[in-house]
C-alpha cells in the first residue's frame, strides 16, 4: 500500500471518529456531565471516592451522548431543514440511520451497565429516566405538542447535579434538589432566546416553540420573567447553608449580567441579540456551578 492510500485511509478514519463524535453533541454533553460532577463534588465534604468518581463520570457520559445521539435520529429532517443542524452527520449522509441507532444502544447499555454494576442502581434507574425522558418524551412528543415543550421536558436536562449527588450518596437530598431547579429555572431563558433568532427556522419545520406559537415579544417577556426568578431561586443554596458568600456574589454578579441580557432582550432587541443571550446563558451556568465549587473546597480547607 502507498504513502498516500495510508494517508487517505487515515484520514477517512478520523472523519469516520469525528462523526460519530458529532453524533454525541459533544458541547452540550460536556455541560450536563460538568454539572453532575459539581453535584458529585458538592455531595461530601471532602474528596469524593475514585469509583463513583470514574464510573459515574463515564456512565452519565456515555448515557447523555446516547440520548443526544438518539436525538438526532429522530430529529434527522428537521435538522435537514435548519441551517444551524444541516451539517450534522445523520443529514449529510456520513453517517446512516442503522449505525447511528446501533451506536446509541451501545453507548446506552454501556452507560447503564457502567452506572448499575459499577456505581449504584439508583443512579442507573435515574439516569435512564433522564434519558428516556429527554430522547423519548422530549424529543418524540412534547417537541412537536406544546410550545411548553422546553418548561415540561427541561426535567430531564435539570437531572445531571442529581444524578452526579446520587452516584457519591447513594440518595437524593434537599441541596441536589436545589441545583435540579437551578437547571430547570435556567433552561427556558437559554433556549427561547436561541429560538427567538430561529423562530423563522422553527416554523417553516411545523416545531411550535414558544415565538412560533405566541410570538416573538411575548416569548422576550418570558425569558425575562424566568430570569427574574432564575436569580432569588439561585440564592437558596446560600439561604439554606449549602453554600457561602463566595457562591453568593458569584451567583448575584452572574445573575445580574443574566437580567442585564433579558432586559436588553425585551425593552432594546436587535438583530443576533437572542444568540448573545444564548451564549451567555452557557457562560452564566458553569460559571455558577463553578462558584458553588469553589465556595465548596473553600469552606472545607477553612474548617
Given amino acids: 500500500m502507498t504513502d498516500r492510500s495510508l494517508s487517505s485511509s487515515s484520514r477517512i478514519r478520523r472523519a469516520r471518529v469525528r462523526d460519530y463524535y458529532e453524533l454525541c453533541k459533544p ?42 445521539a438518539v436525538n438526532q435520529l429522530v430529529d434527522k429532517g428537521v435538522d435537514a431543514r435548519m441551517a444551524r443542524t444541516r451539517k450534522r452527520p445523520l443529514v449529510t449522509g456520513n453517517l446512516g440511520m442503522k449505525e447511528a441507532m446501533a451506536f446509541a444502544m451501545l453507548l446506552g447499555i454501556a452507560g447503564e451497565s457502567l452506572l448499575y454494576w459499577l456505581v449504584n442502581p439508583l443512579t442507573a434507574l435515574l439516569t435512564a429516566l433522564s434519558l428516556m425522558g429527554y430522547a423519548v418524551v422530549y424529543t418524540l412528543f412534547l417537541k412537536r405538542a406544546t410550545p411548553q415543550n422546553i418548561v415540561i421536558g427541561g426535567a430531564a436536562g435539570a437531572a445531571p447535579p442529581i444524578l452526579g449527588w446520587a452516584a457519591v450518596t447513594g440518595h437524593v437530598s434537599l441541596d441536589s434538589v436545589l441545583l435540579f431547579l437551578i437547571i430547570f429555572f435556567w433552561t427556558p431563558p437559554h433556549f427561547w432566546a436561541l429560538a427567538i433568532d430561529r423562530h423563522k427556522e422553527y416554523e417553516d419545520v411545523h ?51 443574566f437580567l442585564y441580557y433579558a432586559l436588553r432582550l425585551k425593552f432594546a432587541p436587535r438583530p443576533g441579540l437572542g444568540m448573545k443571550t444564548f451564549g451567555y446563558s452557557i457562560i452564566y451556568l458553569m460559571g455558577l456551578f463553578s462558584c458553588l465549587l469553589a465556595d465548596h473546597y473553600a469552606r472545607f480547607l477553612l474548617h
Fill in 207 to 257: 416545531i411550535p416553540m414558544l415565538p412560533v406559537t405566541h410570538g416573538v415579544e411575548f416569548t422576550r417577556t418570558q425569558v425575562l420573567l424566568y430570569t427574574a426568578i432564575l436569580v432569588p431561586v439561585t440564592t437558596l443554596p446560600y439561604a439554606i447553608g449549602m453554600s457561602g458568600p463566595i457562591y453568593l456574589a458569584g451567583a448575584l454578579l452572574l445573575g445580574a449580567g
Fill in 27 to 68: 458541547r452540550v454533553v460536556l455541560l450536563i456531565v460538568f454539572t453532575a460532577m459539581v453535584g458529585m463534588f458538592l455531595a461530601v465534604p471532602g474528596v469524593v471516592g475514585w469509583q463513583p468518581l470514574i464510573f459515574g463520570t463515564l456512565g452519565i457520559t456515555l448515557s447523555a451522548a446516547a440520548a443526544a
